[in-house]
């Protein structure tokens, strides 16, 4: 806005702002010669008009009005009267615009009773005048008498007077024109299927695509990782800790890149020791008469002497003086909420955070930790399972990390153990077996400490004896619940081990697939010999889920928010191969004007791409027995649909772009002029900046998460034509991208995304079909 005036009923500044003069005239009054404001009447400028009146006792029957001379009101008759809205719970407001140079009017406030057979009660004194937009004089309160000179009411009276432009008056009703403008999709269901058109497309036209398809394929920005799934997860900082590594190589060839990369896993890792004490004077005992495991093999366990004359057991690995634990106030509630940690919260919004409150304030302090420790058989997707469950957790806010064993086996033993090493009857293979699985509950559990939520414990955990260890060592620092994955499919369990041969470092260095095959097998073999089923504690057990038909999925003692979503995430999840394919909506008028927001149409570029994107459609999922189109319930997503035939199109709300609340509309250059603060607040934190009356990306991700559970069910193809905001939320979970990023992840115009689901994880491909 250009230069702006104001008045309260002091003469000393209305609401929000000190009283300043529209150009040099008296208090307040003519916008006079000279200065800023003279120079803006230049172009056609005028102002914009705001009376107030507030008054936090007036009744729901008495509606302040205006009426007075022309060229606003133009009557005196109060049946004519000009009605105020109501902005707040007391205040009511009357906006108009007016030249700079209008003449003088002349008005009073009246009160309308809602009752038409009630007369009108005028405010008492002269009549006001508004001279270039502005009240002359000192600005009194209104005063109106009720019941005859009984009782008086009182209103303050603020006046404000805001210089625009002829462009911005344009630019405001354009916008106010183009939200009455007809819908061109009223009429198409929600659930809709169409034929082929009439007229199909000429041939050579700009709208078909002539080349093979893969003429369109461009490098994706960052594209998900493509390694071995347990190459993932966490590094071992145990092990790092203390340098207990097979070789130096080991380190390079177990997708250890660099130093860097370990010291970035060491983020949030504590040291803390809680309850370990305990676990090796009375656990450590029980699991050496049974074989289990030695006191050595975790570390030694030395009486370590504390600050303060305080004595207790610790953890030694040779690395300098371990850090004390933490003591139990700094984990404790403070004002109900605080827990010792940035990170005890869940980076979320709606359910999702209003779960974790209540979890925490109802919850044991056990509860507040999540362990979801994996047990089944080698070759059964425990770590294909851990890492869609770590994927999923991460996206929704909470802070997840997927350990796993083997990863810990091969750091610390190497990665060409051969079968025997697996035997039930190699104490010396049990010990060192168990000593890892140790080791990496341990830092998990250290981690938790640290601000962890959810960690994801990826094993064999075969037998009574292992999982017993490792719900001592969870004792007070975490609840556990363990996930069974069964699966008596041997065309599943064959392709599965096959999988295994070719991906996994245990065989890298075997350049005889046959010779791996049988060792495999002998593995599994003697794994089969001991395995004792899930019956113990908390349990989810996944039967015969891989094709997700015919499958069960059997729960035990599972209560909460967090472990009902994991419940409802699995029952969801398959492994059959199908592609997803992302893509924006054709450009629309709002994207060529730079605004954001909006329900507007396609441009003729837009209008193109739509033709396009059919043609593609028809190529690449031609051979599909079924596929399914989502669009957004706005309709340049469904015009955008719209050429495509022959596929089932579904609109969900869900899909809707970002609510910009009042900045719809608007371009980034108008709200960084007009709101500054909330432009830099949006600069400063993308994620978390929620628009006035709108919406944030974290609250994007809430509402999405049926569709995600959606994507997850589906066995056949989909094809999402949604906005850049939700397009990005989307494809964060896929390519497994922090929540930071989501924000700024690059999500062209005119582009296809194919998110390709299966046994091999997720893989992506990009289409320009055009700029």
């Not at 009356?693 to 999405?704: K, P, T």
Request: charged residues 25%; hydrophobic residues 40%.
């Amino acid at each position: 806005m250009g230069t702006s005036g104001s008045k309260g009923i002091d003469g000393a500044g209305g609401p929000g702002g000190e009283a300043t003069g529209v150009g040099a005239g008296g208090s307040g009054g003519e916008v006079g010669e000279g200065g800023a404001a003279a120079e803006a009447w230049h172009g056609g400028a005028q102002l914009y008009v705001s009376l107030k009146m507030e008054n936090a006792r007036i009744s729901g029957d008495l509606v302040p009005h205006v009426y007075g001379s022309e060229p606003i009101i133009g009557s005196w008759d109060p049946a004519r009267a000009l009605g105020m809205e109501r902005e707040l719970a007391s205040m009511w407001e009357l906006s108009f615009v007016v030249p700079p140079d209008h003449e003088t009017l002349d008005f009073k406030f009246l009160l309308k009773p809602k009752d038409a057979a009630t007369p009108c009660i005028i405010e008492e004194g002269p009549m006001r005048l508004l001279t270039g937009g502005m009240l002359e004089g000192d600005v009194r309160a209104a005063l109106f008498k009720l019941n005859g000179d009984d009782e008086v009411l009182e209103f303050r009276v603020f006046n404000k007077a805001d210089i625009v432009s002829p462009l911005e008056l344009a630019a405001s009703w354009r916008v106010y024109k183009e939200n009455f403008q007809p819908s061109k999709v009223r009429g198409i269901p929600d659930i809709s299927i169409n034929v082929a058109p009439a007229h199909a497309t000429e041939e050579g036209s700009a709208a078909t695509l002539e080349l093979d398809l893969e003429h369109y394929v461009v490098p994706a920005p960052t594209a998900p990782p493509n390694e071995y799934a347990a190459n993932l997860a966490a590094t071992p900082a145990s092990l790092i800790q203390t340098g207990a590594l097979c070789t130096n190589d080991m380190l390079l060839s177990d997708g250890i890149q660099s130093s860097s990369t370990v010291s970035a896993d060491f983020e949030g890792f504590s040291n803390h020791k809680k309850n370990i004490e305990a676990w090796a004077t009375d656990s450590s005992k029980k699991l050496q008469t049974s074989g289990i495991i030695e006191s050595k093999s975790v570390g030694t366990f030395t009486p370590l002497q504390k600050p303060d004359g305080q004595k207790g057991l610790f953890v030694d690995r040779g690395v300098g003086s371990p850090k004390l634990p933490k003591s139990a106030s700094a984990c404790s509630l403070a004002s109900g909420l605080s827990f010792g940690s940035a990170k005890a919260m869940p980076e979320a919004a709606g359910a999702v955070a209003a779960a974790a409150v209540a979890d925490r304030l109802h919850g044991s302090k056990e509860d507040r930790k999540l362990a979801i420790v994996l047990v089944g058989l080698p070759a059964r997707g425990k770590t294909f399972t851990a890492v869609k469950l770590t994927r999923y957790l991460r996206w929704l806010g909470h802070e997840t990390r997927h350990f796993n064993v083997g990863k810990y086996r091969r750091l610390k033993h190497g990665a060409t153990l051969s079968a025997d090493f697996f035997r039930d009857d190699n104490p010396e293979g049990i010990e060192a077996r168990n000593e890892v699985a140790a080791l990496a509950m341990e830092d998990m559990i250290d981690w938790m400490h640290g601000g962890g939520q959810v960690g994801i414990f990826d094993a064999t955990n075969s037998t009574r004896k292992r999982r017993h260890m490792l719900m001592e060592m969870a004792e007070g620092n975490c609840k556990i619940i363990f996930l069974e994955t069964i699966c008596n499919d041997p065309s599943i369990i064959e392709r599965n081990i096959r999988l295994k041969i070719q991906q996994s470092p245990d065989y890298a260095d075997q350049p005889d697939y046959i010779a791996g095959l049988q060792d495999f097998k002998e593995r599994l073999t003697n794994y089969e010999k001991v395995y004792e089923p899930v019956g113990e504690g908390s349990y989810i057990k996944m039967i015969d889920m891989v094709k997700g038909q015919c499958g069960q999925l059997q729960v035990n003692n599972i209560s909460g928010y967090l472990p009902g979503r994991i419940v409802f995430f699995l029952v969801n999840s398959h492994l059959t191969p199908r592609p997803i394919l992302l893509t924006r909506h054709g450009e629309s008028l709002h994207n060529v004007r730079g605004r954001i927001g909006g329900d507007t149409v396609l441009s003729e570029a837009g209008e193109l791409y739509a033709k396009k994107l059919s043609n593609f459609i028809q190529k690449r999922l031609k051979s599909e027995k079924t596929a399914t189109i989502w669009t957004s319930t706005l309709q340049r997503t469904i015009l955008t649909a719209s050429p495509i035939v022959g596929f089932p199109k579904i609109q969900w709300r869900a899909l809707d772009e970002i609510n910009s609340g009042v900045c719809d509309g608007m371009t980034y250059e108008e709200i960084k002029k007009v709101m500054p603060e909330e432009f830099e607040s949006r600069r400063k934190d993308k994620l978390r900046y929620r628009y006035p009356r709108g919406e944030s990306y974290l609250d994007v991700i809430q509402r999405l998460e049926p569709v995600i559970i959606e994507l997850e069910r589906q066995r056949a193809p989909v094809v999402v034509i949604s906005h850049q905001a939700v397009l990005r939320a989307l494809y964060a979970y896929f390519a497994d991208r922090p929540l930071r990023e989501v924000p700024d992840i690059e999500m062209p115009l005119h582009t296809i995304i194919e998110i390709q689901m299966g046994v091999t994880g997720v893989e992506e491909k990009r289409y320009k079909l055009m700029d």
